[in-house]
Each structure stands twice: as structure tokens, then as C-alpha cells.
């Protein structure tokens, strides 16, 4: 019966045991749940970052990349809308300049360049005293008007635009084709021109990839009123801004008529080597701390102490917010897409740390020291 009783004893001081591990290991299971929740602030915010920055229009499949600027001159013009066959030839010739962009308030800087072709000079009806550029939003930004006088452009020289001829350099020699369109010929030979700061649709916080758009529609107008005769023009842009890309649609002549009423639609982002390098460099003190927690545990067989990868992850925030002022400009929003991913990395970071050092390391029977490495007393 002692013997029955003390068997009964220890089955029991068994099961109490068990019970406890089992107790244990269900809390630090609820514990870790409870932890990695800390992750769904941040993701949340990265989602709704993601989902809000998707409004872009996608522009027509006919398309082109406006040339960077070159030698600090306007890059190679894009004919966004040429002239006509011969028997509808274009009047004036309309630039866009893209000068600049602020991405703190959406405000692009644009440049109105307009100017009188040969066949204009030749064939402008004489009533006309003046026209008027319009530049009317199609998503509710409102609409922009520029007059001009005739008398302008009948006296200025002649430009070649919509020669349907594009080159990267002015003609050399003086017996040059002046058929070829160039920046500087445009710039120059422009009858008329002007500039301002317009809003543009946008969405800086998702930076590096942030986007700015705009779509209008362009047309030049006999007379000052928006009712005014329609007057065949052609449509050209080119950029002078180095910080972004610049993709611009392009008329279909095969769809509309666009010889007297054009469609400008154009989407600014930063180059995709900018943005790869973005990620490439934020990304570095996170990697580099995981490799060396990496190597301390699979290849050196050391358990990383835990005031070690305290010290790990506080040197990665000091990085990390050294990054953070190089990486992304001033003039953006307190809070981008960039802040939010390393806001991730940085809660993985100590989420892991508390769950690897803080939970599941932190035994009273001496699991804390087998995992840090101490041995015990023989």
C-alpha cells in the first residue's frame, strides 16, 4: 500500500507538473499573439498608404517619355499632337515647358510657349486681332486662359512646329534642315510667352513612388471668350526637370480629330533608379543587423545575448533616422510610404526581440541561462 500510495504521489506531482508547463506555455503563446498584434498598426497603415496612392489614371497606350534635359536646356520636345496632312496644316504651335514641381502642395510650374507657323504667317485671316489659349481641366481643377494679340505672332519668326521631324540637337550648319524641331529653336522663335504655378493631382505621401498628374485639354480660340472659333494648332511638350520622370500621352489621329482641340495628359513620377535605390539603402541596417545576429547564432553556434540585440536594434533606429533625413525630402509629408516600411521593420525588430529574448527566453529554471550562453553549476 506504500509503496501503491507513493507511485500515486509522484503521478500526481506528474501531472501537476505538466499541468504547469502546459499552463506556461499556454501563456507565453497568448503572450506572443498579444505581441505580434503590435505588427497590424503599422501593416494597416502600409495598406491604406497603398490603397490611396493607386488613383492614377493610366494613360493611353500611346505614349512617350519625355527626354531629361541636357547641358541645362530643355530636353528633346515631344510632339504630343503634329500637324496635319498638307491640306490642314496648324496655324500656331503650342510648348509646354515643364519647369518644375513641388511636391509639398501638388503646384507644378509650367511654361506657355506659342508661336505662328509659315503656313499661319501665310494664311491667318486678317480679321482675326486675337486668340486666346485655353487650358481647361478635366478633373475640376478649373480652367486657364492666356490672351494674345495677333499682331504678335504675325511679326515673330516662323517655328516648325509639327514638321512631324524630331531631333536631340539643333541643325549644325547653316544650310540645315529647319524642318527639325528643337528645343532651342522653340524657345527661341516663340512669338508668345508665359508661365505660371497650377495645381496638379498627386500623391506625395507615397514616396519614392509618389505621382502627379495632370489632365486638360488645350486649344487655341479666335477671341477672348470661351465660345470662341476653334483654331488648328499643334501641341508640344518637353521638360527641363531633372528630379522626375515625365510620361505624356500622345494623339490618336486614327480616333479624333485633335487638330483643333487637344488632349494633354501627363504623369510625373521619380526614375525607377531612384526608387530602387531608395529601397536598397533603407533596407541596409536591417539586413545588416539580422546578418549579424545570423552569424553569431548558426555559424559562431552562440545564442545572442540579450542586451546584444538591445544594442542591435537601438543602433538600427539611430540609423535608421539618419536614413530617414537623407532619404526623404523636406518639402514631403511627416509621414510617407518610406516611414511607414521602416515603421515596420523597426516593430518586427522589437517585436521579435520580446518574444525571442522577453518571452520564450526568460525561465525561472534557468532556460534564460542555457539560452544566453551561462553555464551552470555542475
Same mark, same amino acid.
Given at each position: ?5 507513493t ?26 499573439? %498579444? ?14 498608404? @497603398?490603397?490611396?496612392?493607386?488613383? $492614377? ?47 509639398s ?27 486666346? %489659349? ?7 481643377l478649373?480652367?486657364?486662359?492666356i490672351? @494674345? ?32 524641331i528643337c ?9 508668345? #510667352? ?39 494648332s ?16 500622345l ?27 531608395t529601397?536598397? @539603402? ?9 546578418? @549579424? ?25 539611430? $540609423?535608421i533616422?539618419?536614413? #530617414? ?26 517585436v ?13 529554471d534557468?532556460? $534564460? ?10
Open positions: 500500500m506504500g509503496r501503491v500510495g507511485m500515486g504521489q509522484v503521478g500526481t506531482s506528474l501531472l501537476r507538473a505538466l499541468m504547469s508547463e502546459t499552463a506556461k506555455c499556454t501563456y507565453k503563446v497568448i503572450l506572443t499573439v %498579444l505581441t505580434l498584434l503590435l505588427l497590424a498598426i503599422p501593416g494597416f497603415l502600409l495598406y491604406s498608404n @497603398i490603397v490611396d496612392a493607386g488613383g $492614377a489614371k493610366p494613360l493611353p497606350p500611346k505614349q512617350v517619355k519625355l527626354a531629361a534635359p541636357k547641358d541645362d536646356n530643355y530636353g528633346t520636345p515631344a510632339e504630343v499632337s503634329p500637324t496635319y496632312p498638307a491640306n490642314q496644316h496648324s496655324y500656331f504651335c503650342v510648348t509646354f515647358e515643364l519647369l518644375g514641381l513641388d511636391p502642395i501638388s503646384f507644378v510650374d509650367l511654361g506657355f510657349l506659342v508661336g505662328v507657323t509659315k503656313y499661319g504667317q501665310q494664311h491667318l485671316p486678317a480679321k482675326y486681332k486675337n486668340i486666346s %489659349l485655353w487650358v481647361t481641366s478635366y478633373s475640376g478649373g480652367s486657364i486662359r490672351p @494674345i494679340s495677333v499682331a504678335t505672332l504675325r511679326h515673330a519668326p516662323a517655328s516648325t512646329c509639327g514638321s512631324g521631324l524630331v531631333a536631340s540637337q539643333c541643325p549644325q550648319y547653316p544650310g540645315g534642315n529647319r524642318d527639325i528645343s532651342a529653336e522653340l524657345d527661341q522663335d516663340a512669338a508668345f #510667352r508665359s508661365d505660371g504655378s497650377y495645381l496638379i493631382l498627386g500623391q506625395a505621401q507615397a514616396f519614392p513612388q509618389d505621382w502627379y498628374q495632370l489632365d486638360d485639354s488645350v486649344a487655341v480660340r479666335e477671341g477672348l471668350d470661351i465660345d470662341g472659333t476653334h483654331l488648328r499643334s501641341l508640344l511638350m518637353m521638360t527641363r526637370d531633372e528630379s522626375f520622370t515625365t510620361t505624356v500621352h494623339d490618336d489621329k486614327s480616333l479624333h480629330d485633335w487638330s483643333f482641340q487637344h488632349q494633354l495628359m501627363f504623369t510625373v513620377r521619380r526614375p525607377l533608379r531612384v526608387v530602387l535605390y529601397y536598397l @539603402i533603407s533596407s541596409l541596417p536591417f539586413f545588416l543587423l539580422i546578418a @549579424i545576429l545570423v552569424r553569431q547564432w548558426v555559424v559562431k553556434k552562440n545564442m545572442p545575448k540579450p542586451y546584444e540585440v538591445a544594442f542591435g536594434v537601438a543602433a538600427t533606429l539611430l $540609423a533616422l539618419s536614413l #530617414r533625413t537623407v532619404l526623404v525630402p523636406s518639402a514631403l509629408p511627416a509621414l510617407t510610404r518610406l516611414d511607414i516600411i521602416f515603421g515596420i521593420g523597426v516593430t518586427i525588430l522589437v521579435g526581440s520580446i518574444i525571442w529574448m522577453g518571452i520564450w527566453g526568460s525561465d525561472d534557468g532556460t $534564460a541561462d542555457d539560452m544566453t550562453g551561462t553555464p551552470h553549476d555542475e
